[in-house]
């Protein structure tokens, strides 16, 4: 078998990264190396080098790919918070759906590609157009894109499905035993009602951020 052909066809860039992307998938980011890819396609690994570069090129293709199947929606009936709101859902879905994206987005060099730098488009234009200079609209999105994957890392650290899960809740029950009585505040805080049930803690802990922007609009 030539080593540039793997038993399903002729190998692609586009083949290399959906393999990579399962091993990241399956094993995070540790596990993808060039052989390891290879290996999955049966495929010699020499022979990945005709389509992409080597591990940071493949890398950066796989944040691209991932960007790109959650791109933002059309923000034609969306209001400025609304696309705010899209734009954490889209993230965290991200990062749920492939964890290994926390790592790679902060460690890829460079991580842009054409879905990479139109999303950041995206969301430089909805602040833009309600009258936010761009220096400040950038440090925005860089306020949610932390809290979102803030919010990410504390999820995907309790339960790969933990998506849902109320952090405030998670957090009572630990300190419900504690001997608080040193902490006052703390302890009327547990001592009281909880968060609602059926709160949203994650658009919630968003509106936060985006009540200050609300302020900065305003003036």
């Not at 991200?94 to 999303?119: C, I, R, Y």
């Not at 009258?131 to 999820?155: E, F, H, K, L």
Request: aromatic letters at 6%; charged letters at 25%; proline letters at 5%.
């Amino acid at each position: 078998m030539s080593p540039r052909v793997g038993p399903s066809g002729p190998l692609s860039r586009d083949r290399i990264v959906e393999a990579a992307i399962d091993l990241a998938d399956e094993g995070g980011l540790e596990v993808v190396t060039m052989s390891r890819v290879a290996a999955n396609l049966e495929a010699g690994a020499m022979s990945l080098y005709r389509h992409v570069a080597g591990k940071e090129d493949l890398l950066a293709a796989m944040v691209e790919r991932v960007t790109s199947d959650f791109s933002y929606p059309d923000r034609d009936r969306l209001d400025w918070r609304g696309c705010m709101h899209a734009l954490a859902e889209q993230d965290r879905a991200s990062f749920h759906a492939h964890p290994w994206m926390l790592v790679a987005t902060a460690t890829v060099t460079p991580p842009f590609g054409t879905a990479s730098l139109a999303a950041m488009e995206w969301a430089l234009d909805v602040l833009e157009a309600v009258g936010i200079p761009s220096a400040d609209a950038a440090r925005a999105i860089m306020t949610i894109n932390n809290y979102v994957q803030g919010s990410a890392r504390v999820a995907l650290g309790e339960s790969s499905d933990a998506i849902s899960d109320d952090p405030g809740h998670a957090w009572r029950e630990r300190l419900q035993d504690a001997d608080l009585a040193a902490f006052p505040r703390l302890h009327r805080l547990i001592a009281g009602p909880g968060p609602a049930a059926d709160r949203d803690w994650f658009a919630d802990g968003l509106d936060l951020i985006l009540d200050g922007l609300q302020r900065c609009i305003r003036r």
